[in-house]
């Protein structure tokens, strides 16, 4: 079973189209203000030491549906010209640090799920069935 990690975006109050991203709701700030929340929130759950192949989903504060789903490792080594998803080149593939297995064992409770819960996500880097 795959390990699920759950962030919730909405919109900043600062700025029309920036987004913060939490783990969950209400969780941990992991980005506070992108127009690409799901890629930046990818980058930093790696830096936290999450492992890449942990599927990260995403869904709009208020929302139920899930919006976003990839793999941490693939969504980090993806940015956006706004219309087209381009390689990252600033992406770290591994840990700068030792991995903060107390925050992810905390993370955890509040923002995993397992992979059967999971619904009608958009997945990044799948094909459409054809």
């Known amino acids: ?3 699920i990690v759950a962030i919730v975006i909405r ?18 700030l992991l980005v506070a203000s992108s127009t690409t929340p799901f890629l930046d929130a990818a980058r930093a759950l790696l830096k936290l030491g ?3 192949d942990t599927i990260l989903t995403m869904r709009h504060d ?9 793999p941490i490792g693939k969504a ?3 940015t956006t010209d706004g219309v087209y998803f381009r390689p990252f ?5 591994t840990p700068e640090k030792p991995p903060d297995q107390a925050a992810i064992a ?5 923002s995993v799920r397992p992979s059967a819960e ?7 880097g799948a094909t459409a069935p054809g």
Do not use: H
């Open 1 to 3: 079973m795959s390990r």
């Open 11 to 28: 919109e900043t109050a600062m700025r029309r189209g920036q987004f913060e991203a939490r783990l969950g709701a209400g969780g941990r």
């Open 50 to 52: 999450y492992a890449p």
């Open 62 to 70: 208020g929302s139920t549906t899930e919006a976003l789903r990839a």
């Open 76 to 78: 980090a080594r993806l």
């Open 89 to 93: 080149r600033d992406c770290v593939a």
């Open 106 to 110: 905390s993370d955890a409770e509040a």
């Open 118 to 124: 999971a619904g009608g996500a958009a997945v990044l």
